[in-house]
């Protein structure tokens, strides 16, 4: 049995791998639009086709339309990944994908988008029939409705995991209804949620959105505390006394500002009151003040005046047989007021 040679071996096994991987697809690229792919009426927006640096070429198409024939036409196609559409209509709706070229092959073609215009129609309405603030594991109704009669109606999350659920529509008080049901709920289904309608006929064109429906999950972030009043579209059985409740931590500061202030305005008047009346007191008994004009107040304690008897000698010319030295008492006293001070 003859040997196949080294060389020639590696030789046939690297010619049928780079064969493979010339007939092997290209992994395909992803599309996406800016600002969003629900797009108002008459609003610009952008698709881009995000692939490999290595990208010669890019064709962005909807589905379903007719590829070109043309090798030439393929081989030469845009060489920019954007498709600009400066005004939304709804002749521009439907699901779009796009591809790339590299090394003369064309790339498998990515996911489809979906892309929408709102704002054709009246707004229904949603609500949730559990209340906006609900509990995990919980079973979540939200109920969509309008006067309109669409045939489906669209749920989407604008937050979190954008989710969107199509469901058919039923007659409800001259209009039309449905119901998502969100069971059991989890922290991750808390957001913001909106409803559309529209018609089978139709699908990418939807109505204008519903007012947004802000769901929370009690345990979570986003989730209020305790002493926040829960918001619900249905009535609550204690709202009243979280009311009061909040009331009172609002009017307690206020009265006890209220009271402090009088309190502070009747101080202020006090002292100015009794400043006047020791004034006026003051022009009244002027000798109150102590010492006027070098005499001692007719208002001092009697206490603080001492009497004293002086005794005083007035010399005589002397008389026959009596010396003129020796001195004549008197029988007059006078007393002396002294006035200390």
Same mark, same amino acid.
């Given at each position: 049995?003859?040997?196949?040679?080294?060389?020639?071996?590696?030789?046939?096994?690297?010619?049928s791998q780079s064969t493979w991987a010339q007939k092997g697809n290209l992994?395909?690229?992803?599309?996406?639009?800016?600002?969003?792919?629900?797009?108002?009426?008459?609003?610009?927006?952008?698709?881009?086709?995000?692939?490999?640096?290595?990208?010669?070429?890019?064709?962005?198409?909807?589905?379903?339309?007719?590829?070109?024939?043309?090798?030439?036409?393929?081989?030469?196609?845009?060489?920019?990944?954007?498709?600009?559409?400066?005004?939304?209509?709804?002749?521009?709706?439907?699901?779009?994908?796009?591809?790339?070229?590299?090394?003369?092959?064309?790339?498998?073609?990515?996911?489809?988008?979906?892309?929408?215009? $709102?704002?054709?129609?009246?707004? %229904?309405?949603? *609500?949730?029939? &559990? @209340? /906006?603030?609900?509990?995990? !594991?919980?079973?979540?109704?939200?109920?969509?409705?309008?006067?309109?009669?669409?045939?489906?109606?669209?749920?989407?999350?604008?937050?979190?995991?954008?989710?969107?659920?199509?469901?058919?529509?039923?007659?409800?008080?001259?209009?039309?209804? $449905?119901?998502?049901?969100?069971? %059991?709920?989890? *922290?991750?289904? &808390? @957001? /913001?949620?909106?409803?559309? !309608?529209?018609?089978?006929?139709?699908?990418?064109?939807?109505?204008?959105?519903?007012?947004?429906?802000?769901?929370?999950?009690?345990?979570?972030?986003?989730?209020?505390?305790?002493?926040?009043?829960?918001?619900s579209t249905a009535p609550s059985g204690n709202r009243a006394s979280q009311?009061?409740?909040?009331?009172?931590?609002? @009017?307690?500061?206020?009265?006890? !500002?209220?009271?402090?202030?009088?309190?502070?305005?009747?101080?202020?008047?006090?002292?100015?009151?009794?400043?006047?009346?020791?004034?006026?007191?003051?022009?009244?008994?002027?000798?109150?003040?102590?010492?006027?004009?070098?005499?001692?107040?007719?208002?001092?304690?009697?206490?603080?005046?001492?009497?004293?008897?002086?005794?005083?000698?007035?010399?005589?010319?002397?008389?026959?047989?009596?010396?003129?030295?020796?001195?004549?008492?008197?029988?007059?006293?006078?007393?002396?007021?002294?006035?200390?001070?």
């Amino acid at each position: 049995m003859s040997m196949v040679p080294p060389s020639l071996l590696c030789l046939g096994l690297c010619l049928s791998q780079s064969t493979w991987a010339q007939k092997g697809n290209l992994p395909p690229p992803r599309i996406t639009a800016l600002p969003g792919s629900t797009v108002p009426a008459k609003s610009h927006v952008t698709l881009l086709c995000q692939g490999p640096k290595q990208a010669e070429g890019y064709r962005i198409s909807r589905v379903g339309s007719p590829e070109p024939m043309d090798k030439e036409e393929q081989i030469t196609s845009r060489k920019t990944n954007a498709l600009s559409i400066a005004e939304m209509t709804s002749g521009k709706t439907g699901l779009y994908h796009c591809s790339y070229q590299r090394g003369g092959r064309w790339s498998q073609f990515s996911d489809p988008l979906q892309l929408v215009m $709102t704002g054709a129609y009246d707004k %229904p309405s949603l *609500s949730s029939m &559990a @209340g /906006t603030v609900v509990s995990p !594991g919980e079973k979540v109704k939200l109920q969509c409705v309008s006067k309109i009669n669409h045939d489906v109606f669209i749920l989407t999350k604008e937050d979190g995991d954008h989710v969107t659920q199509n469901q058919s529509s039923v007659p409800h008080d001259g209009g039309r209804q $449905t119901i998502f049901l969100l069971n %059991p709920v989890s *922290s991750t289904q &808390a @957001g /913001t949620f909106r409803c559309y !309608g529209a018609f089978r006929d139709n699908p990418y064109v939807w109505s204008q959105p519903s007012d947004p429906l802000q769901l929370q999950v009690e345990g979570t972030t986003d989730s209020p505390s305790s002493t926040q009043p829960r918001c619900s579209t249905a009535p609550s059985g204690n709202r009243a006394s979280q009311d009061i409740r909040l009331g009172i931590w609002i @009017g307690v500061p206020v009265a006890v !500002g209220l009271l402090l202030l009088v309190f502070l305005i009747f101080l202020i008047l006090y002292c100015l009151r009794k400043a006047k009346n020791n004034a006026e007191r003051k022009e009244r008994h002027p000798e109150a003040a102590g010492w006027v004009n070098g005499q001692a107040s007719e208002a001092a304690d009697p206490q603080d005046v001492t009497y004293s008897q002086v005794t005083c000698h007035v010399p005589h010319q002397g008389t026959a047989g009596t010396p003129s030295w020796v001195p004549r008492q008197t029988q007059s006293s006078e007393y002396v007021t002294l006035a200390f001070k």
